[in-house]
């Protein structure tokens, strides 16, 4: 079965400050993997997601994740923090193949200073 | 605009009560979830469907039951038997299982009192 752990429960940054959130997952073969944003009180947006090929991937809102088998990380990159990016985000590993069901991290609460 | 729709926004129960949360979806997805989410837990697994009238148990489905009779909607019943239920509860959608939840609802507050 996949896990995945996201070891930092809070991140903060200064606005305009680059952000790097960490994913490490475990899982066998090759995985599926996923990041998440949630605003408070709020539903889950999907940033990016990563199946296969390139490994830099690129998201919306400025977000991109690069996964790096050997280290079996998919960290979280933003280049210039700003205050509306203070939110919950989760990382999500799934298994490749069938009709897998991602496994969710416990996610990162990302506090943004002006 | 399509999107997936979940209400109430906040519910309160009382202890032994069944009650029943509703997803809607107009995106024409096969694959819908219903997720639990405490405080510094993630998301938790509850039930997922791949097509209507299917519907498989995620990790945590012990106290709760679905329903897959239209493709657009996925109601979660929170029954009598769910020994904690107070909890955020998050439905999805995705057009279909492989690819993992693509849409989130905005979620509904469950508060037993």
């Known amino acids: 079965a996949q896990s995945v752990t996201q070891p930092d429960i809070h991140i903060t940054v200064s606005e305009g400050a680059s952000l790097e959130l960490r994913c490490n997952y475990s899982?066998?073969?090759?995985?599926?993997l996923f990041w998440y944003v949630q605003s408070p009180g709020q539903g889950l947006q999907l940033l990016l997601k990563y199946f296969s090929g390139d490994t830099l991937v690129q998201g919306i809102k400025g977000f991109e994740a690069e996964f790096k088998r050997s280290q079996s990380s998919f960290n979280l990159r933003k280049p210039s923090v700003h205050w509306s990016d203070a939110a919950e985000y989760f990382c999500?590993?799934?298994?490749?193949?069938?009709?897998?069901?991602?496994?969710f991290g416990r996610g990162t609460s990302l506090i943004v200073h002006p | 605009d399509g999107g997936i729709t979940q209400s109430p926004k906040y519910l309160f129960r009382k202890e032994g009560q069944n009650v029943t949360l509703s997803c809607e979806q107009n995106l024409n997805h096969d694959a819908m979830y219903w997720y639990r989410q405490d405080p510094g837990q993630g998301l938790r697994l509850i039930y997922y469907s791949q097509i209507v009238n299917d519907f498989q148990k995620g990790d945590i489905a012990e106290g709760y039951s679905v329903s897959r009779e239209k493709k657009e909607s996925f109601p979660l019943t929170v029954t009598s038997a769910q020994k904690n239920p107070t909890a955020f509860y998050l439905c999805?959608?995705?057009?279909?299982?492989?690819?993992?939840?693509?849409?989130f609802g905005q979620g509904t507050r469950l508060t037993v009192v």
């Open positions: 999500a590993v799934g298994a490749v193949g069938g009709s897998y069901i991602p496994t």
């Open positions: 999805a959608s995705s057009p279909k299982t492989g690819t993992g939840p693509a849409f």
């Open positions: 899982y066998g073969a090759t995985p599926y």
